[in-house]
């Protein structure tokens, strides 16, 4: 995961400022349940009163509010108001605002309580509370004023009691429908204050929803720009880093793996980001907030809300276990899928010819079963995890209703209370499942990390010099210098004691036996791999001292295997010399002797080439990959058995004409197959085992090498060996 934070870096203002936006986004979503909670507890049951105490009570008011008070709550209360004109008013010095709420409640309680105590001794069962205080007459209740001044002391002290034990919330609820009935009493009218609280209210919540719509809109631009950026910079530097792998780098990592590793890993890592930049950190800000939410709604109802967390976690924890050893298989079959379908594709032909596409299809079965299964598994044990989350949070439901049910019925909870405990509850257990989600994504997404790193660490076998200064080289001679080589895990040497000088304006010929390790020297002049020991020259310089483009640059290279790229004719030429004129690429196309059938073309120069040059031959396309370093006009040209899908004539013809347009300063290495393509060189060397065991003209090595002997009988006629 180190290489995720290393590649974060640069976004760290940006990562910050989303950080702050999920706060923003955490609070408006945290702060909607309570909103609403408030127009169904004030706006619809409280008639809009939201303020503990009444702004306005008239004298008569005054009187009955004030008749059960003790003289030090009759002093706090009587203090927060002045009189004016015969009303009493709500003075602008609040300081004990407090214990004047805590009067005025104890007290209309205290009332409520006399009044039903009344009721029940004329024998009538009256059930007072502030809907039916609600719908009184505030006339009604002053009509009752000598009846409740002339009630016995003692049921005075038990009332007083009993309002002094009572719930908090009932207190509350009992002292808005009194305050309900003076604004009444002094023609306040209920229903538009109750209509502009719930406006006011609701233009609130529009707000605060508009304000995280926002933020959660400004979180998702800025997380998407951030997961893409990454990803284009990890593809990037794995790009950059295979291009500066040796032949030992690609013989570690396969061709399929590099490709899931640049596309699929990175994918994973770029939703990991996308996703992880908004749920890591907003789940825990709704979890750890909707607890402390709900908590301050209700005490009572919490323990539903811990219950329900635990089995969540018990949940996710038994989901991990079961899937997390599955999570690292992914990759590594997308890997193998990759291989086969490459594999497939690429060998169709050869395919077909042996009539060999039923056991290749099933070896495409059994990787992509073996992929199958194991997204299966995964994705089946994930897929409890939505039903079982829908069932928890049902069962909340249900619980909060049956226990917020009660502790409404008992006067300790409010409606919009427990509404907006729900609400809480739904997004603490909604927080946990996102959290589960990123338990899905955080494994699979270190795995692919890993996979990414392992590329981006490694340390290429083949390095430039530093900041050594080079010798300036001159002519493009060749020389192996007791040159040993060595491939990496190796029991012994494939070349051993190579010593040869390879002169400019001549040409150098290897043959020998398959395995004796022709090519393998050819590819130690442009640094495909480094000697083990010896050194490699060109013009008297090491190879190993010059930088791996100049020294490339000095090379035209024909591979065994001839490659192009799709494109055109003139695109895959130039593609050794990017600014060649047509003059150029046109004398490159008749050394190569490809002149003929480029002119057969109506397109001439612009004909396309299909990917891998499927669409021409194999002897137009090694002449194409001649042309392609004809252009260059290296110092060094290594021809690697670059002719041996060409026709007698043609290849006679090509090697004429490579000697006459041959810059003297230049050394030409080929490596042939056929006697009759390097007769006429100036040095022949011949190898077997990876020891040079010949070295001379054709003439020479005819007469004092018996493995060359052996190999020119075996291709020339008697009178070709005279």
């Known amino acids: 995961m180190k290489i995720i934070l290393k590649y974060l870096k640069p976004f760290a203002f940006i990562l910050v400022l989303c950080v702050i936006l999920l706060f923003g986004q955490a609070l408006s979503d945290l702060s909607l349940p309570n909103l609403m909670s408030n127009i169904v507890n004030v706006g619809l049951q409280k008639n809009g009163i939201d303020e503990p105490l009444p702004e306005q009570i008239s004298k008569q008011g005054m009187e009955l509010i004030s008749l059960f008070m003790e003289p030090e709550e009759q002093g706090a209360f009587q203090s927060v108001y002045e009189e004016q004109g015969g009303i009493y008013v709500l003075s602008a010095d609040k300081q004990d605002l407090a214990a004047a709420g805590e009067a005025y409640g104890q007290s209309a309680l205290t009332i409520m309580n006399l009044v039903k105590a009344a009721a029940a001794q004329s024998g009538q069962a009256l059930e007072m509370d502030d809907a039916s205080l609600s719908e009184m007459d505030s006339g009604m209740l002053y009509q009752m004023l000598p009846l409740l001044q002339n009630m016995p ?21 009992v002292g808005v429908a009194f305050t309900a009935l003076f604004y009444q ?43 893409a950026a990454v990803s284009r910079d990890l593809r990037h530097d794995i790009f950059k880093k295979v291009q500066s792998f040796s032949s030992a780098e690609f013989d570690t990592f396969s061709t399929a793996s590099l490709i899931t590793r640049t596309t699929n890993d990175v994918q994973q890592i770029q939703m990991l980001i996308t996703m992880g930049v908004r749920i890591l950190c907003y789940a825990p800000i709704m979890g750890i907030g909707g607890i402390v939410m709900a908590v301050g709604k209700s005490v009572s109802l919490s323990w539903i809300i811990a219950l329900a967390v635990l089995v969540l976690i018990g949940l996710i924890l038994v989901l991990f276990a079961v899937a997390m050893p599955k999570f690292q298989s992914p990759q590594k079959l997308i890997d193998r899928l990759n291989l086969v ?34 997204t299966r598994f995964v994705q089946r044990a994930m897929s409890l995890t939505m039903p079982a989350m829908s069932l928890i949070m049902n069962l909340v439901t249900l619980a909060i209703i049956w226990v917020g049910g009660h502790a409404i019925a008992a006067s300790s909870l409010q409606i919009g209370d427990m509404m907006a405990f729900m609400q809480y509850g739904m997004q603490i257990i909604m927080s946990f499942l996102m959290i589960a989600m990123m338990f899905i994504m955080v494994p699979r997404a270190a795995v692919s990390a890993n996979r990414v790193a392992e590329v981006l660490n490694i340390r290429p076998s083949i390095r430039d010099p530093g900041e050594k200064t080079m010798e300036k080289v001159s002519g493009g001679t060749v020389a192996f210098q007791n ?103 046109w004398n490159a196309v008749q050394t190569a002797q490809a002149e003929e059938f480029v002119h057969s073309s ?35 040209y290594l021809f690697d058995d670059s002719f041996s899908a060409l026709d007698f004539k043609t290849d006679v013809a090509l090697r004429s004409a490579l000697r006459k347009n041959l810059d003297q300063n230049a050394a030409v290495l080929i490596v042939a197959q056929r006697v009759s393509t390097i007769m006429d060189a100036e040095q022949i060397i011949v190898l077997n085992s990876g020891k040079i065991v010949g070295k001379g003209t054709h003439r020479e090595l005819l007469k004092n090498c ?6 020119a009988q075996s291709q020339l006629s008697k009178e070709e060996l005279q």
């Open 153 to 173: 002391q003692q049921a005075v002290e038990e009332a007083r009691l009993a309002a002094s034990q009572a719930d908090a919330s009932l207190t509350e609820q």
């Open 185 to 227: 009493d002094l023609g306040v009218n209920l229903l538009q204050k109750q209509q502009s609280y719930i406006l006011l209210t609701g233009g609130k919540m529009l707000l605060v929803a508009l304000a995280g719509v926002l933020a959660a809109v400004g979180v998702g631009f800025f997380s998407a720009r951030v997961g």
């Open 341 to 374: 379908s490459r594999e497939n594709l690429s060998g169709l032909m050869v395919i077909r010819a042996f009539g060999n596409e039923k056991y290749e299809e099933n070896r495409f079965e059994k990787a992509n079963r073996d992929l199958r299964d194991t």
């Open 483 to 585: 040159v040993s080589f060595r491939y990496q895990n190796a029991e012994s040497d494939v070349l051993t004691g190579i010593n040869f000088t390879a002169k400019a304006g001549e040409t150098t010929a290897f043959i020998g036996s398959t395995g004796s390790g022709k090519s393998t020297l050819i590819n130690l002049v442009p640094r495909f791999y480094d000697v083990t020991e010896g050194r490699v020259t060109i013009g008297g310089v090491d190879v190993r001292d010059l930088p791996q483009k100049q020294l490339r640059s000095m090379i035209g290279y024909v591979p065994q295997k001839s490659v192009l790229f799709s494109g055109s004719i003139a695109s895959n030429i130039r593609y050794g010399k990017e600014d060649a004129s047509e003059e150029e690429l």
């Open 602 to 636: 109506e397109e001439g120069m612009s004909a396309p080439i299909a990917q891998g040059g499927s669409n021409v031959s194999g002897g137009q396309k090694q002449r194409l990959a001649i042309a392609r370093a004809m252009v260059k006009k290296p110092l060094v």
């Open 706 to 711: 018996p493995e060359y002997l052996e190999i």
